[in-house]
């Protein structure tokens, strides 16, 4: 029964957060590299939402990459109140799986600046991500980065 309530209380408090952004701010930086040794290096960079819609983001997996962009017909949900532990990012693709990044909790370590600024890192579960180098349509298991183990940092500034 508790964990039914968090659960509740956890997706009501996801919707809260989801609109928050500060007013006149630009873009954060995010940087998340795969932690496992045995793995080939996975990579996820670029500039996510603030206030606006506009993002840049490059995957890589060894030496294959492939960028997203808000002009490419892609869209981008970002949940973030690091400062709670929470942090999402969701890139949704016509006819793909959409990607999905989440923060681990316990992990957060997140540090308020200045002028609505803030640093935070994080590890994050790559849970689902589109392989590059493998051409669209993607089909399989193995057309897709399945539950990579990233650390993360962000930052923001005004």
Same mark, same amino acid.
């Given at each position: 029964? =508790?964990? /039914? #309530? ?5 997706? %009501? ?16 930086? #995010?940087?998340? !590299?795969?932690?496992?040794? /045995? ?31 808000? !002009? ?28 999905? #990044? ?16 803030? =640093? ?5 579960? %790559? %849970? ?6 493998? /051409? ?23």
């Amino acid at each position: 029964m =508790k964990r /039914r #309530l968090f659960s509740v209380v956890a997706c %009501l408090g996801l919707v809260f957060f989801s609109s928050h952004a500060v007013a006149g701010g630009a873009n954060s930086n #995010l940087k998340c !590299k795969s932690s496992a040794p /045995r793995q080939k290096v996975t990579a996820l960079q670029g500039s996510i939402p603030g206030d606006f819609a506009e993002f840049n983001l490059l995957l890589k997996h060894g030496k294959k990459r492939l960028y997203f962009k808000d !002009k490419k017909g892609y869209t981008i949900s970002v949940i973030s109140r690091l400062e709670h532990k929470v942090f999402t990012l969701s890139l949704f693709m016509p006819d793909e799986a959409p990607m999905t #990044l989440y923060a681990l909790p316990r992990s957060v370590k997140y540090k308020q600046r200045a002028n609505g600024a803030f =640093k935070a890192s994080f590890n994050a579960v %790559l %849970l689902l991500a589109p392989k590059p180098g493998v /051409r669209p349509p993607r089909h399989t298991a193995a057309d897709y980065l399945q539950d990579v183990k990233m650390k993360c940092s962000i930052d923001y500034s005004i």
